[in-house]
């Protein structure tokens, strides 16, 4: 069934689930349409786990309603299970099954033909790795192997629980790559959940921002940082923290933090270089030695760490 481009696929409405006396979905609205990348990011325990599970029909909610594709899990399971697939953080194989036979008996489930396995195995580029027996593989190629199942089925709708955690960062990079082009690709709508920020900014055409059970705040990576807060970030190194605290007093600085760790101060400006000039001169006036000295634009990292300080651990 061909739909409109910007028809919503994924409708929660008002919908809550509760563990006992814990409320792990809130109320959460929440509208996902065709084609969109959207990134659930947040604390441990925010619900994004949850609240996929109940898109993938394995929770039902305790209130609310959600419709997907137009249908719900309780009266045509067979349709949305045809139309939606998964990959979790690590999926069980057969280690002495080859990669080809693996992708053959899922597309056996599905009813689908050889040369769609030859072509998902195209698509998650493992070609080269057909014959490969699966317990040999590495922790990237096992996740792009899980993708290429995801894919038989064409599906309409792909769940992504954390499916780069582990990796280390350069295949998890190469993973983004063939996930952001099987999205251009496929039209497939795809809803990630994540801790890795720079993973949401990579691929995801919208961002919520998940805390207790409820969405924070969602928008495009511009709007979540625009709207939020104004500014920019200056951060350095300084052992004698305590010399500076003036320098927080200045209409400049809308927010400052220092880790005793690695001894940076992070300050938010509104103005970045007029920041820079006033330090210059403060460190000059007081003799203090600061390195490291840097100026940048904020990042999802910031934005999250600044809703943490105000919201998280409230
Ligand atoms: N089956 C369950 N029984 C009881 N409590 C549960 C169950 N599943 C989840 N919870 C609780 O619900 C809350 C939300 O959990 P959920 O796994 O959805 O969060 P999450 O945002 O995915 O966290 P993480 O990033 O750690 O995976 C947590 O407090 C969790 O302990």
């Known amino acids: 069934m061909k739909m409109a481009a910007n028809e919503k696929v994924i409708e929660f409405k008002g919908v809550t689930k509760r563990f006992k006396d814990l409320t792990a979905v809130n109320d959460v609205s929440l509208d996902i349409h065709r084609g969109e990348f959207i990134a659930l990011l947040g604390p441990n325990g925010a619900g994004k786990t ?83 027996l699966v317990e040999g593989l590495s922790g990237g190629q096992r996740q792009r192997l899980a993708l290429a199942i995801a894919m038989l089925n064409e599906p309409e709708i792909m769940i992504l629980d954390e499916p780069t955690t582990g990796l280390d960062p350069q295949v998890r990079r190469g993973t983004w790559e063939i996930l952001r082009r099987l999205n251009r690709e496929t039209r497939s709508t795809m809803i990630l959940t994540t801790h890795y920020m720079e993973e949401a900014e990579f691929l995801c055409d919208r961002i919520c921002i998940m805390h207790q059970g409820r969405i924070l705040t969602q928008g495009t ?36 933090s220092y880790d005793q760790v690695s001894a940076k101060a992070r300050i938010l400006v509104h103005n970045g270089s007029d920041f820079l000039f006033r330090l210059s001169e403060f460190v000059r006036d007081h003799k203090i030695k600061i390195d490291e000295i840097v100026v940048r634009k904020k990042t999802l990292d910031d934005l999250f760490l600044s809703l943490a300080g105000r919201g998280f651990h409230e």
């Open 50 to 132: 949850t609240l996929v599970e109940m898109i993938e029909g394995l929770k039902q909610p305790d209130a609310g309603s959600i419709r997907i594709l137009g249908k719900e899990w309780a009266r045509d399971e067979a349709f949305l299970r045809m139309r939606l697939s998964g990959v979790l953080q690590e999926t069980l194989f057969i280690g002495k099954l080859r990669v080809d036979e693996t992708v053959n008996l899922f597309a056996s489930f599905y009813k689908r033909p050889r040369s769609r396995s030859d072509e998902v195995l195209e698509l998650v580029e493992l070609t080269g790795k057909r014959k490969a």
């Open 221 to 256: 990576l511009d709007e979540l940082l625009h709207t939020h807060e104004p500014g920019e970030i200056v951060e350095y190194r300084v052992q004698n923290e305590q010399a500076c605290v003036e320098l927080r007093q200045n209409d400049n600085v809308i927010s400052y």
